[in-house]
Nanobody, 130 residues
Framework: QVRLVESGGGSVQVGGSLRLSCVASGYDYRSVCMAWFRQAPRKAREAVAALYTGGDFTYYHDSVKGRFTISQDNAKNTLYLEMNDLRPEDTAMYYC???????????????????????WGQGTQVTVSS
């Protein structure tokens, strides 16, 4: 059974930092497309960052480039999102997503843009106040 469990959200002031974690279980973590999405109230869900755990692909939304870093720890089956210089517009529920049923960086690029991941975590709230 695939499980994705996020943690690390919280409330910070503008310019602050947070690190989100997503512990994955129930599938082979190697060579899998994983991503972080976010959804703010009354807004559409959007992909924040994605990577292929086998390497050779990362993606960042333009609004977070230079501020957020997606990374992984294969030994811990964990995906991270390091968020720096946080802004009020970063306030949202953040979700971890994975697609272990399909492989390859080309698929990862496609699903990172269309959001068609097969598995999602329960989300962790990030609130940035000025």
């Amino acid at each position: 059974q695939v499980r994705l469990v996020e943690s690390g959200g919280g409330s910070v002031q503008v310019g602050g930092s947070l690190r989100l974690s997503c512990v994955a279980s129930g599938y082979d973590y190697r060579s899998v497309c994983m991503a972080w999405f976010r959804q703010a109230p009354r807004k559409a869900r959007e992909a924040v960052a994605a990577l292929y755990t086998g390497g050779d692909f990362t993606y960042y939304h333009d609004s977070v480039k230079g501020r957020f870093t997606i990374s992984q720890d294969n030994a811990k089956n964990t995906l991270y999102l390091e968020m720096n210089d946080l802004r009020p517009e970063d306030t949202a529920m953040y979700y971890c997503a994975a697609d272990p049923d399909r492989r390859g960086t080309a698929w990862c690029s496609e699903v990172a843009h269309n959001g068609g991941f097969g598995y999602w975590g329960q989300g962790t709230q990030v609130t940035v106040s000025s």
